[in-house]
């Protein structure tokens, strides 16, 4: 293969195991060796993708959290669907104070940013806003730990599962939750947010990744569904947060 394209054999292994990226010129040669010219459109516009949207997290949060917070304002407001999937975290969206500035704490202190609490708090509240503006529409999908995982104390969590409680009642929300033990239709080992049907948002401990190619959109759009096959809704989901909140209860008395 790298004398088809006219790449050293070392370029060719340091592109297979993700240390290098192809030039546009090498996609198009791959393409061609391998008889894959209809391909080449698709493969150098994700290419260009990755390397326009992979944004390191503790560049953009230099000055503070309240940047990051701040940067997909635009996104929210000019997105009509939103289907969130989470698997260990509540949404931002639906998350309390208390509860998003323990999440917060730990990524200043982790990423190692200038310590903005208050005001990147304060801005992700203010993104909240959206839920109750416009005629967006809210399709989530959360897996069933959580709503068990425990952040902050049992007053923090304890609230915040009152809050979702609350966010599952609003007629412009469907909210879904996959209970441990369903039986499962896909696995996903990441969140992701999908953005109507023109992108996708992947976040990583230390970066955001946004995927446009369309269809790359269209196989996270494929997984939502899948997932959903596996989640209860209504009084079901509503059993299972007020359960996680028994279970918190009953820890409390248990460690007083």
């Not at 996104?75 to 208390?98: C, D, K, S, V």
């Not at 446009?212 to 989640?231: C, N």
Request: glycine share 6%.
């Amino acid at each position: 293969m790298a004398i088809d394209i006219g790449c050293h054999y070392t370029k060719i292994s340091r592109v297979e195991n993700g240390n290098q990226s192809p030039s546009e010129e090498n996609i198009k040669a791959w393409c061609r060796a391998c008889r894959a010219e209809d391909q080449i459109s698709d493969l150098i516009a994700t290419a260009r993708t990755i390397e326009s949207t992979y944004v390191e997290w503790r560049r953009q949060t230099r000055a503070g959290m309240k940047r990051l917070m701040l940067s997909s304002t635009s996104l929210y407001e000019r997105t009509q669907l939103f289907r969130i999937y989470e698997h260990n975290i509540i949404p931002g969206l639906f998350q309390t104070a208390e509860y998003s500035a323990a999440m917060l704490s730990y990524f200043i202190d982790f990423l190692d940013t200038p310590n903005d609490l208050d005001a990147a708090v304060e801005a992700r509240m203010e993104r909240q806003r959206i839920v109750y503006s416009g005629n967006r529409r809210f399709a989530v999908l959360l897996e069933e730990r959580a709503i068990q995982a425990r952040v902050g104390n049992f007053d923090i969590m304890s609230g915040q599962l009152d809050r979702l409680l609350g966010v599952m009642s609003l007629p412009r929300v469907s909210l879904g939750i996959i209970p441990e033990t369903a039986i499962r239709a896909a696995f996903a080992s990441v969140g992701f947010w999908i953005y109507d049907n023109a992108l996708v948002g992947v976040e990583t401990p230390t970066a955001s990744l946004e995927v446009t190619q369309p269809r790359e959109v269209g196989l996270y759009a494929k997984m939502f569904e899948q997932l959903r096959q596996s989640a209860v809704y209504g009084a079901e989901a509503r059993a299972l947060v007020t359960s996680a909140i028994a279970d918190l209860a009953s820890i409390q008395v248990d460690t007083n």
